[in-house]
């Protein structure tokens, strides 16, 4: 942990302030040398009240994250997170984790920007990702899964995403097979799964995130507000982001150890819980090909089972899915 | 076309020999260019006799490598072999290739190096790889399959390199499922087959090839004595490389096509009929996991699909296949 990291730690653990003898006797340096970081963190945004009976004391953060505050907040954790790295701006998230992941950094490393030049969505599609609107990340993971798995992934991202949305914001999204989380019909977020495979094994799986969180429906451009939303919009609340980055990285870490330990069966059934795809009819578009049927069930690997009208039961990877009134 | 591929065509096509003239008036270029580029090849080792009669002729050729040379005799092709690299030395061409494919080089580019220094295997495994003793190459490709379809290409790479081996060589090697070619058991060639890919789609696939050729059977070192072979150490006959890379293309090209026509059926027909793991008791080692069972066939996918014991059918993607006797 680097000092700024222990620092934020220490000032969010003690909100009637900490006295700079305190932190320089349990960071192991000088006084001056707190005094020094502290006006550095004052730089970056953060508000810290200083007096003499009160010692330090943090009133208010910045509308931006901060790698080392994040790593403060999350605190321990399996993989995710072990290390974090925030840009402020980057073309895609996914770009800057790839690279990691071909210089063989080990799993877990977790990159935000604050804003993505070229976001993108599945197939190749941009994702709209202003600056400081929303969490735009993409974390390296090198599960010992078959690529045919890597379905499973994408599965136990929407339900961590869904359990940390709800326990932040206070409302619950729904999910919509394979990869979207909507609010109220709208999408809220999106995860865009890549891999890197020989035929039987994964090498690393990257898995792009990007939440819409404090937009406000003018802030949409104007043929997205029909069907996207952000988390403000939605329940009138503006949002603090580091909060939910960390929630999120929480449930995330949760998850991905469920699916490491065999543990698959129990994600799919939360995932069922949530999904609005399940028991309706549905069109689905793959490429060319239009399928049509009822979304019955997950399969061990996290596709679709599709029972279509000739009564058989198709297994469905990805593809655009309609829900038919 | 270069002007080499060019002059070399015409050699090739001419082996009673071509005048200068004749060949400046087809290129468009001075005689004084023709005989200077003329000097350029026989400095590259191309033995070309040259007289007021016979005007050029090929006589003999090195046995190395030359992209302008695999180009004149390889021809028009649909999509594999469009442009060829060669070179002398790389860490292994699966990883040159993937530059290529990240940079969006279009799909068919070939990649040849007479020798790797970390040639890989399956599963992280090295290939042995020494100077001008095999043909070692990737190729890039871009087909319109899920990721699960990706064997079919490991698939019809067997297939192609046996009717390839088999026509250059006149002995008619084995399948080994998934990736393995042998002559009298054993293993002459193998393919190394890695995607990157999104949940539904494929972004690119190398197809990865190391063929073993010229070796004499003291050439390969002690420990693999008992399960590899060249062609040469199989024919007794020392083997035209260049010859033999120009004719898989070719074969690729071919099954390539099938592939993306739809016409797998067509591709695992000829491949189960020179597959050795067909119809046997096999053993198949996946990871931690260890399957027993009857090698059936292979489903549409490409896939093993092998009879268990308790008489259910598995779906084997990869694995190490031991053969029962």
Redesign the interface.
Known sequence: MTIDTQILGALRANTNGVSGMELAQKLGISRAAIWARIQELRALGYEIDAGPHIGYRLVGVPDALHAEDLLARLGATNVIGRDIHVFEATTSTNDVVEKLARDNVREGVVVFAESQTKGRG??GRAWVSPPRKGLWFSILLRP?I???A??RM?IATATALVRAISAHAGVTPEIKW?NDILIGGKKVAGV??????????V?YIILGIGINVNHTTAEFPAELRKMATSIRAATGRRQDRGDLAVRILRELDHDYARICNGQFEAVADEWSERCTTLGRRVTIQ??DRLIEGAAESLDRDGALLLRTEHGHLEQI???DVTIKK
Chains 1, 2 share one sequence.
């Open positions: 599945r197939l010992p078959r690529p045919s890597a379905t994408t394979p865009l799964t890549e891999l890197s495979a020989e035929l039987d094994k090498k793959m490429g990877i990805g593809g």
